[in-house]
């Protein structure tokens, strides 16, 4: 690791709570966007060395560890503890499963608002000001201390972390030296079936559908690319009005499959798309051409309409 690259983290997924306002459906598992809610997290957390999920085994994006606290339904204290016991990390991000609009970029603030401060954790506030626990990034020694002494103080019942069940988060993080990033957008979560509704019109508006579908698409199709999304755009609009409209989803098509051809990634897209634009704008041409020739008769609108 270099002097200007973030310290390696782990990250700590708690998805087994029993969404009681959402009439006890399987919460990870409703989509939003398409794609499940705990997907939606584990994509944004996929930079972690490793990652742990608290809950009972399912399908996901991605590998990841499993575990749950003993026993099971202990509260978010309890499964904290439970997931901690497999980091290994300085640093590790601690995350719930309902997180619809997190991103990398949101990780990467909390990181670097922890490695900014001497605090023991750093916490996203929500749109009211709140600290949210589980959007934030804690320093694993402090954070394993204070949960060691509250399982010695608190807690009932019988298991590994039977004196950590039933406690709240606020116990823990009372003890805690914090800092907070606010971000009401990213700390969004879905506790009942209206925040769901509202999640999935969010991402259907204009500054973020774009974003949310390519993302979708990419995971679906199990590829790890960044493009430059304006780079195809531009060269579908170009195809559509200098060739025919059903020209720009072939052409975004063949370039996509040019770059793939060459195992190359992101300049291989763009150097592809540069060639197929370039040929669309001499089409162009030549059908402006042909139409202002001398003697020519008007014809109708242009290949593009």
Not at 62 to 69: A, D, M
Not at 103 to 123: C, I, M, Q, W
Request: aromatic share 4%; hydrophobic share 45%.
């Amino acid at each position: 690791m270099t002097d200007t690259e973030p310290p390696a983290y782990d990250a700590i997924v708690l998805a087994g709570g029993a969404a009681r306002r959402l009439g006890g459906a399987d919460k990870p598992s409703v989509r939003v966007g398409g794609r499940p809610l705990l997907d939606r997290v584990l994509t944004a957390c996929a930079g972690a060395r490793n990652t742990v999920v608290v809950a009972a085994p399912r399908p996901t994006v991605r590998p990841v560890l499993w575990t749950r606290e003993d026993p099971p339904g202990g509260g978010p204290v309890a499964a904290l503890d439970a997931g901690l016991r497999h980091i290994t990390a300085d640093h590790v991000v601690v995350l719930s499963a309902d997180l619809p609009f997190l991103g990398p970029r949101t990780l990467e603030r909390l990181s670097a608002a922890l490695r900014g401060t001497g605090a023991d954790a750093a916490l996203l506030t929500d749109a009211d000001g709140r600290d949210q626990p589980l959007v934030a990034a804690y320093r694993t020694a402090p954070l394993r201390r204070a949960l060691s002494d509250l399982a010695a103080s608190g807690g009932t019942g019988d298991g590994a972390t039977a004196g950590l069940t039933g406690l709240p988060l606020r116990r823990l993080t009372a003890v805690l030296d914090l800092t907070r990033v606010p971000d009401p957008f990213a700390s969004f979560d879905c506790d009942t079936w209206d925040d769901i509704a509202d999640a999935r019109a969010r991402i259907r508006e204009h500054g973020h559908v774009l974003d949310e579908w390519i993302s979708a698409v990419k995971d679906e199709l199990g590829i790890d690319l960044d493009v430059d999304t304006g780079v195809l755009l531009d060269l579908a609009r170009d195809a559509a009005h200098g060739v025919a409209r059903p020209a720009a989803p072939l052409t975004t098509f063949l370039v996509g499959y040019a770059a793939a051809q060459g195992k190359g990634g992101p300049e291989a897209v763009a150097e592809a798309a540069r060639k197929a634009a370039a040929l669309a704008l001499r089409w162009a041409e030549e059908a402006n051409a042909g139409q202002s020739a001398p003697g020519r008769p008007a014809t109708g609108p242009g290949p593009g309409r």
